[in-house]
């Protein structure tokens, strides 16, 4: 695989998902280093990863004798002890172990690009991209129409927009992936939305622009799962500094809210060097 730039859907595949938690710490520096059982390297030095924290680099790679393996690589992959990464490093023990150096790279250019509303010449530009992967497609244009999908139909899960429209889920969110690419969509944690770039390259199709309702002031609470986001939404907890002003356990009360989202949006709200209002 060459040095390249993946996206999470691929993480899968390579075999080097790393969890919500571990990334929040890779971020912040205190972990930079993951172990896992591969057959041959699934990436090289220079691969990047698009994360929910944004870009995460492959420093180094290296096959390892999990035999020297030390108490300091341990902490370093985020584990308490060495026996504890032994024991995760069990699994597919007829595979060769690696070590793999993990540094924050930054954020996802994405997301700076989704707020830069195109002058002419760059919706020009757009607008013969979207026609390439619309002559691309077998099934025929769909590029507008699906803009168009997201955009009267925000926040709706995506197999309920690929229904509206008679197409399968998967190949629907395919799509909207390679709109994203694009920064002309947004991922949420249910749905998807417009960004202020897509917005602008729809309503350039438009005899007037389309009236939306205001995008709401503030940080977005991270992803942390459907069922705590819509508790949160219903709790009308939908951004980071709303949060600051309960507690944590008035979130933990919420039906759907569970120990994972906790931890999501702890980490989230500490990264603006904030938290939940003391009990």
Aim: charged content about 30%; cysteine-free; hydrophobic content about 40%.
């Amino acid at each position: 695989m060459d040095s390249t730039l993946l996206d999470q859907r691929l993480l899968y595949r390579v075999g080097v998902m790393i969890r919500p938690v571990e990334l929040s710490a890779i971020k912040a520096g205190t972990i930079d280093l993951a172990f896992r059982r591969w057959d041959r390297p699934r990436v090289v030095v220079g691969t990047q990863m698009r994360t929910m924290v944004g870009l995460i680099e492959v420093t180094s790679v290296e096959q390892v004798d999990v035999a020297d393996l030390t108490e300091h690589d341990a902490l370093r992959a985020g584990y308490l002890t060495l026996a504890s990464l032994l024991s995760a490093l069990e699994q597919k023990a007829d595979k060769p172990a690696y070590r793999v150096g993990l540094r924050y790279a930054g954020e996802d250019p994405r997301v700076a690009l989704r707020s830069v509303v195109p002058d002419r010449d760059e919706l020009a530009t757009i607008q013969a991209r979207l026609d390439r992967l619309d002559r691309a497609a077998k099934s025929g244009p769909w590029t507008r129409a699906t803009l168009d999908l997201v955009d009267r139909h925000p926040e709706v899960r995506a197999p309920d927009l690929a229904k509206k429209v008679g197409r399968e889920t998967a190949e629907f969110k395919t799509d909207v992936r390679k709109l994203k690419e694009l920064g002309l969509t947004e991922s949420l944690a249910i749905g998807y939305r417009l960004s202020p770039r897509g917005e602008a390259v729809v309503d350039a199709g438009l005899r007037r622009p389309r009236k939306r309702p205001p995008r709401e002031a503030g940080t977005p609470i991270p992803h942390v799962g459907a069922p705590a986001t819509r508790a949160l939404r219903a709790a009308g907890l939908t951004t980071l500094e709303k949060l600051e002003q309960v507690t944590e356990a008035e979130v933990s009360a919420l039906h759907g809210v569970g120990p994972f989202a906790i931890a999501r949006l702890r980490e989230a709200l500490a990264e603006r060097g904030s938290s939940f209002t003391p009990d």
